[in-house]
Every structure is written in structure tokens, then in C-alpha cells.
């Protein structure tokens, strides 16, 4: 009855993972093919800090930026805050990470007064999930967090919860691969983003 009880769930993860991957994965890769996905939405738009006022995402140009894009109302992407705010602290010489909040200010100020952010944090309502839907979420997943290097362009994108231990291969996967020396400065020219998909159902 257990055997059965596990083939059963095994069946249904399945049913869950193949679609998505087909449905999704398949269409980022075709995206990256093309060319499709760039970072030029992102860097002309605008969003807001704690305080209301507006943030070009433009001065975050030609560095290297990690963004993550989540929501206080979906539970992976406040699971994931600690790891983020880890990360951070840790290697903010090397990466710039921002979370935008696809929320309201009150409901975002609401959650950083029990769960602080260390990292720059930003809102932007539901023009949040425009701006990922640019960068290719166009599923709509939170979390939803890409690497954009020095040269402006796609370098990995997670879809779904990241935590230290995935950053940090991403770390060393780029000084691995030589896009990144230990001063965090980009290396040589990428003609094609390294899409790095983690999903998590």
C-alpha cells in the first residue's frame, strides 16, 4: 500500500513537472536563442523606495546586479529573505542585489518591521511583474530572480526560491567560467546569457 502510496505521488509530481518544463523551460531557451530577452524595459523603467520616492532603475546600470522580484503575500519568496540577506552581506563588494516588490507600500513596510531587508528594497505595485515579464517570466512566477552583468545583459535567471547555497555556485560558477574576477569585475564579452533555471514545486 505504501509502494503504491509513493508510485501514486511520483505520477503526480510528474504530471506537474513535465508541462512545465515543456511549457517554460523550452520557451526560455527559445527566447535566449533569439535574443529576445534584454534588459532594456528593465533599465527605462521606474519604481518606488520605502519612502515614495522614484528610483530610475537606469543607476544600476554596467554593474553587476542580482534582482529579485517577490511579494510579502507568496510564502518561497519570504522563505528565501534570510538566504538573500546573507548573500548580501557577504558579497555586496562583488554584487549589487535589489528586491522589487510586486506589492503595496503599506503591505511591504508592514512585513520588513518583522522581517528586515538588508538589501536595497524596492516597490513597484503590479508594474513589478511587467518589468519580469520583460526580463521573460512570462508565467508570472514569484520569486523570480535574474543576473544582469556589467554589460547589461541576462547572465543566469532563477525561477523559483533561491537559497545561499545556490548563490554562492552562482558565484563561483562565474569566477569558474572567468565572467567575473574576485574583485567582481566582468572578464570577457557574452554573446549569450548562461541561463541557470531553478524551480522548485
Request: hydrophobic share 40%; charged share 25%; with cysteine.
Amino acid at each position: 500500500m505504501l509502494s503504491n502510496l509513493l508510485e501514486n505521488k511520483l505520477v503526480l509530481s510528474l504530471l506537474v513537472i513535465i508541462p512545465v518544463y515543456f511549457l517554460y523551460f523550452h520557451d526560455w531557451e527559445d527566447k535566449f536563442i533569439k535574443d529576445e530577452v534584454t534588459t532594456d524595459y528593465f533599465y527605462n523603467s521606474t519604481v518606488k523606495d520605502f519612502n515614495g520616492n522614484d528610483v530610475p532603475l537606469n543607476k544600476y546600470k554596467n554593474q553587476w546586479v542580482l534582482v529579485n522580484f517577490w511579494a510579502t503575500w507568496c510564502p518561497p519568496c519570504r522563505a528565501e529573505i534570510p538566504d538573500l540577506n546573507r548573500f548580501n552581506q557577504l558579497h555586496s563588494k562583488d554584487i549589487k542585489l535589489i528586491g522589487i516588490a510586486v506589492d503595496d507600500k503599506k503591505a511591504v513596510k508592514k512585513f520588513v518591521n518583522k522581517v528586515p531587508i538588508g538589501y536595497t528594497s524596492l516597490i513597484s505595485n503590479n508594474e513589478g511583474m511587467s518589468i519580469s515579464r520583460s526580463l521573460g517570466n512570462d508565467k508570472e512566477f514569484l520569486p523570480f530572480t535574474v543576473l544582469i552583468n556589467p554589460q547589461n545583459q541576462l547572465e543566469m535567471v532563477f525561477v523559483g526560491m533561491v537559497d545561499l547555497r545556490k548563490l554562492n555556485e552562482m558565484l563561483g560558477e562565474l569566477r569558474r567560467t572567468k565572467r567575473m574576477d574576485k574583485q567582481g569585475r566582468i572578464k570577457n564579452n557574452i554573446s549569450r546569457p548562461l541561463a541557470l533555471i531553478n524551480l522548485k514545486i
